[in-house]
């Protein structure tokens, strides 16, 4: 696993710097950016966007001809 390191550590008996890019095994990998000291310098998987949001007004149709003889009705009622 790449990992870029965040904190100065001995790896195998090997002074790493900050900002040092090393590949080393997945475990070990694993525990120096658990304790702090190193961060993934794989690519990062593309993460889903939200889609953005949509501001829509309503728009109202004209009924049909019969629903809006019905609609006269309602209202007369």
């Known amino acids: ?3 870029t390191i965040t904190s100065p550590v001995q790896h195998d ?6 900002g040092d890019t090393v ?3 997945d475990r070990a990998a694993k ?4 304790a702090g000291a190193a961060e993934s310098a ?3 998987k593309a993460e889903p966007t939200a889609a ?3 501001e829509v007004e309503p728009v109202l ?3 049909a001809q019969g629903q809006q003889e019905q609609v006269e009705q309602d209202r007369q009622q």
Do not use: F, R
């Not at 525990?31 to 658990?34: D, F, K, P, Q, S």
């Open 1 to 3: 696993m790449k990992i």
């Open 13 to 18: 008996g090997k002074e790493l710097e900050v």
């Open 23 to 25: 590949n080393i095994a």
């Open 31 to 34: 525990n120096l950016i658990a």
């Open 42 to 44: 794989d690519k990062p």
């Open 52 to 54: 953005p949001k949509l």
């Open 61 to 63: 149709s004209e009924p």
